[in-house]
T-cell receptor, first 116, second 113 residues
Framework: KQEVTQIPAALSVPEGENLVLNCSFT??????LQWFRQDPGKGLTSLLL?????REQTSGRLNASLDKSSGRSTLYIAASQPGDSATYLC???????????????FGKGTHLIIQP | DVKVTQSSRYLVKRTGEKVFLECVQD?????MFWYRQDPGLGLRLIYF???????EKGDIPEGYSVSREKKERFSLILESASTNQTSMYLC????????????FGQGTRLTVV
């Protein structure tokens, strides 16, 4: 059974720092990996999707990398801002045996606080 | 932009009630999902559907059922609500192949008293 682990569970840094969030998964036979952001009491906002054939994706100050063989992904946030404070979730998907898309398996998230 | 809309942000129901949580997406997505999120346990998949009238069990289907009569709508049903079903419920959809992005609704905070 796929398991996803995120380290650290919580992180507090001063504004302006570059930071890295880590995600690892046990089954390397994934179809894609997705990073989400969740604000308190809200739903999930998709940040980046990395297909299994890709090594990285970038969006603005965010860069996500994927190493399937080692079962790892990182989310790099450049020049952090207080508005980046949120919980960041990593999730992987497998192909359902029936041919459709399987659900996502989530890590428990990294709670990020950016101090002004 | 893809929009996934859940019918309620907050619900309070009594033990034993039948509860319906509704989810609608407006982008003609094939796949729809229901998750619950609990502190310390993270998000867990309850049920998913990859076509109209199709449904598949996720990791924690006990105590729940689903209905997908139309492509855009996926309903989660608690047949007889219990206090251990108090949780945040999140609906999601994705296009139809495995390598596509999942979009989530805003969540429904359900409290069973």
């Amino acid at each position: 059974k796929q398991e996803v682990t995120q380290i650290p569970a919580a992180l507090s840094v001063p504004e302006g720092e570059n930071l890295v969030l880590n995600c690892s998964f046990t089954d390397s036979a994934i179809y894609n990996l997705q990073w989400f952001r969740q604000d308190p009491g809200k739903g999930l906002t998709s940040l980046l999707l990395i297909q299994s054939s890709q090594r990285e994706q970038t969006s603005g100050r965010l860069n996500a990398s994927l190493d399937k063989s080692s079962g790892r992904s990182t989310l790099y946030i450049a020049a952090s801002q207080p508005g980046d404070s949120a919980t960041y979730l990593c999730a992987v998907s497998l192909l359902y045996s029936g041919g459709g898309a399987d659900g996502l398996t989530f890590g428990k998230g990294t709670h990020l606080i950016i101090q002004p | 932009d893809v929009k996934v809309t859940q019918s309620s942000r907050y619900l309070v129901k009594r033990t034993g009630e039948k509860v319906f949580l509704e989810c609608v997406q407006d982008m003609d997505h094939e796949n729809m999902f229901w998750y619950r999120q609990d502190p310390g346990l993270g998000l867990r998949l309850i049920y998913f559907s990859y076509d109209v009238k199709m449904k598949e069990k996720g990791d924690i289907p006990e105590g729940y059922s689903v209905s997908r009569e139309k492509k855009e709508r996926f309903s989660l049903i608690l047949e007889s609500a219990s206090t251990n079903q108090t949780s945040m419920y999140l609906c999601a959809s994705s296009l139809g192949q495995s390598n596509t992005e999942a979009f989530f609704g805003q969540g429904t905070r359900l409290t069973v008293v």
